[in-house]
């Protein structure tokens, strides 16, 4: 049996990006929308994450642009206290489950959970329930939105992608939590955001350091919490990070100079100062964490895993001991895809991706913001001009190029200029709009902000040229 409904959009997810990217058009327009997504509820891999999980970066700068995440509060006690609230999963969960009830109160927004979309993105619009195989076809009118493209995955949906010898006691992160005997000694899977939670939960709950190996096959360069919280309270910091940032690049004789800057401004820090990073993923880390992370010592650097044997772990360069009643951590699955770019406008097609560095919900309604806005496909592409995923440290500075060649073209659109220092999700543009002229402090670390973004722009380009 076929259905057919009819809609302007016809939205494919309903995750982080696919939330906010319909919040802009539930509020800004008068369009119709369908919302088709694999999971239960909204909210997209956050149902399918590990109990312990928590943003890494304030709740202010995630969610959806009309409703805020959390109450801005500080955190009293633990490895984020005097800093801005970070949401757990289930306060996550919870929220875009209420996001989710305001759409559907509108009248505007249809939503069907446990679907599997099987259309073409083009021409063929259906989809399937997962639960009684129910299909539908969907007329779209205007657009469809694909928010799969870069496919988010945590590691309890992607098994392993290393051998492992019969009896081997390996989980994803998910089921730690359900550990009912402690075992010989863990051993974490991943220097990633998961490998990094991971192993902050063993050391919260009383896990010896010594009983801890961490296998990471790439050292990387993390970004300070501390320059990244939102409000007046934190306005020295924050933007005095901005500027310092853009001094370094302004003032760097080389890559290397380049981060050596960077660190000894505390904008990027890394886990050991003898190991030169080779990755850039745009992880974020507080001093306290960073702190209770050095105490492992038992780091593996050998490269990937390639299998596991009882008494050894094999990998790309070397072997490590182990012992058959080792606990396996798994959190080597990439959180996200690093997919080739495509055009974000296409046709009756449009593919979010990054405009802004590693912040999806803020991309997500910038582009709904310029797909509500303006009409010329070559002028939002343009506008919308999408930043790769970081992997290496070089991406930091073609992230920051081409972030700062968007911002500047947005601030050539009045509609869109005020859109952003408006935006829930932007609290540095709020921070900056609330400064009062007679603040001198403030407003000399504005001008100082301002005076360096044309020579570090400048500088960028040769830096990158140069590598």
Request: aromatic share 8%; with cysteine; proline share 6%.
């Given at each position: 049996?076929t259905n057919q409904l009819e809609t302007d959009y016809l939205i494919v997810g309903a995750g982080a990006v696919a939330m906010a990217f319909a919040d802009v058009l539930v509020h800004e327009t008068d369009a119709r929308i369908v919302m088709v997504d694999r999971h239960h509820g909204p909210g997209g891999h956050w149902n399918d ?172 360069w993390y970004l300070n919490r501390a320059n990244l919280q939102p409000g007046m309270a934190f306005f020295n910091q924050s933007y005095g990070a901005l500027a310092a940032q853009l001094e370094a690049v302004a003032q760097a004789e080389s890559i290397a100079d380049l981060f050596t800057r960077l660190e000894a401004a505390g904008v ?200």
């Amino acid at each position: 049996m076929t259905n057919q409904l009819e809609t302007d959009y016809l939205i494919v997810g309903a995750g982080a990006v696919a939330m906010a990217f319909a919040d802009v058009l539930v509020h800004e327009t008068d369009a119709r929308i369908v919302m088709v997504d694999r999971h239960h509820g909204p909210g997209g891999h956050w149902n399918d994450a590990y109990p312990f999980v928590r943003l890494h970066q304030p709740s202010a700068y995630y969610g959806v642009n009309s409703r805020p995440l959390g109450g801005d509060a500080l955190d009293a006690t633990g490895l984020n206290a005097g800093m801005c609230e970070r949401a757990s999963g289930a306060e996550i969960v919870s929220y875009y489950e209420q996001v989710m009830q305001g759409f559907l109160a509108t009248g505007r927004v249809q939503y069907f959970p446990m679907s599997h979309y099987s259309g073409d993105y083009r021409n063929e619009h259906t989809f399937t329930s997962l639960v009684n195989n129910q299909q539908r076809q969907v007329i779209v009118h205007k657009k469809v939105v694909d928010t799969t493209h870069l496919q988010t995955a945590v590691p309890s949906t992607h098994p392993p992608k290393y051998a492992m010898a019969p009896g081997t006691r390996c989980m994803p992160l998910n089921d730690l939590p359900r550990v009912k005997a402690p075992p010989s000694g863990y051993v974490v899977v991943g220097s990633g955001k998961t490998g990094i939670d991971a192993c902050l939960w063993l050391l919260e709950n009383g896990v010896s350091p010594d009983a801890i190996t961490w296998v990471m096959p790439r050292d990387a360069w993390y970004l300070n919490r501390a320059n990244l919280q939102p409000g007046m309270a934190f306005f020295n910091q924050s933007y005095g990070a901005l500027a310092a940032q853009l001094e370094a690049v302004a003032q760097a004789e080389s890559i290397a100079d380049l981060f050596t800057r960077l660190e000894a401004a505390g904008v990027l820090l890394r886990l050991d100062k003898t190991v030169q990073p080779s990755m850039y993923h745009g992880a974020v880390m507080s001093l306290t964490e960073l702190a209770a992370l050095s105490q492992i010592k038992n780091i593996v650097r050998l490269g990937r895993i390639e299998r596991i044997e009882p008494h050894q772990i094999v990998l790309t360069r070397g072997t490590a001991a182990t012992d058959p009643q080792r606990l396996y951590v798994d959190c080597s699955a990439s959180a996200v895809q690093r997919r080739p770019t495509l055009p974000v406008f296409e046709g009756n097609k449009i593919t979010p991706q990054f405009v802004r560095t590693v912040q999806p919900t803020f991309s997500a309604a910038m582009i709904a913001k310029v797909e509500a806005t303006l009409q010329d496909e070559a002028e939002k592409n343009l506008i919308c001009s999408v930043i790769p995923l970081p992997d290496e440290p070089l991406d930091w500075l073609k992230m920051l190029g081409l972030g700062l060649a968007n911002e500047y073209r947005w601030s050539k659109y009045p509609a869109l200029k005020s859109w952003v220092t408006q935006s829930r999700l932007d609290g540095f543009s709020a921070m900056a709009r609330n400064v009062p002229p007679a603040d001198t402090e403030k407003m000399a670390l504005l001008q100082r902000f301002g005076k360096s973004a044309g020579p570090a722009a400048a500088r960028l380009q040769q830096l990158i040229k140069a590598a």
